[in-house]
């Protein structure tokens, strides 16, 4: 599996308008209606159990970095986004620290094995610093998807 | 068994995941939460690849699914106790997502 199979770039928001977790959780499930990886009926439900499963403990995991996620019948495979906080914004992450990078994740409902390898993934890109760097450098959608291109390619990996 | 609670010691065991939906955001979280409590080192390993038990980055990555063969090795002065906390999450069907 490759970060570019589940993450589209045309959901790609390089410059959330949010504040807040639950804004920016919205803004990015309507990038990813937008590009049609999930139905536009479904927004409200997808946003719905992303903030549930936010309730039962931050996907904030430290370093600036969130990952919300959550299974919904309205997806087949799993599909995400990538969105880049201009300022900081509060998410209870486990070290305290704003976050200002988001991995958004929808998975279909029986097929852990695939949210598991995809939030693996991302999590493999993220255990190296100059990624972490250059994904808080990044400004535009070019600038994710070049990053995501020399992930797939084991620029960052170990 | 021998308790070295007050000697720096290295404990390592070999377990088997027991979670259904493998060590994802929530079970990795709570083992962190556990591992942190402890002075010790913890590492968990998983087909050679070595993962800080107090990183949830560095655990997500391992990827670990339902049944994978996993390492745990603690070193410290309480290596021990940590051990045997961490092999009882990660052996039980922890809470689920």
């Keep these: 599996m490759k ?100 991995f958004l994740l929808v998975s279909p409902v029986n097929s852990p094995g695939e949210h598991l390898a995809a939030l693996g993934l991302i999590s493999e890109a993220l255990k190296d610093d100059t990624f972490c760097s250059f994904l808080r450098q990044a400004r535009t959608r070019q600038d994710l998807v070049d990053l995501l291109v020399e992930a797939d390619a084991g620029k960052y990996a170990p | 068994m021998a308790r070295q609670q007050q000697h720096p010691s290295e404990c390592v065991r070999e377990v088997i995941l027991g979670n259904p939906a493998g060590l994802h955001a929530r079970p990795a979280t709570a083992f962190v939460d556990r591992a942190t409590k402890f002075h010790s080192d913890v590492v968990l390993i998983k087909d050679g690849r070595e993962a800080n038990g107090k990183s949830i980055i560095e655990i997500l990555a391992l990827g670990a699914e339902q049944g994978a063969r996993l390492t745990l090795s603690t070193r410290g002065p309480d290596a021990r106790a940590a051990l045997e906390a961490l092999l009882g999450l990660l052996e039980t069907k922890l809470d689920e997502t």
């Design chain 1, 3 to 102: 970060l570019q199979e589940f993450l589209f770039p045309a959901a790609f928001v390089p410059r959330l308008e949010s504040l807040d977790k639950e804004g920016v959780i919205r803004e990015l499930v309507e990038a990813l209606a937008q590009a049609e990886r999930i139905p536009k009926t479904r927004v409200s439900a997808v946003v719905e159990a992303l903030l549930e499963r936010e309730r039962l403990g931050s996907t904030g995991i430290g370093k600036g970095i969130a990952v919300p996620h959550a299974k919904h019948r309205c997806v087949k495979e799993v599909v995400g986004t990538v969105g880049l906080g201009v300022r900081g914004v509060e998410f209870a992450a486990l070290d305290g620290e704003p976050v200002y990078v988001f």
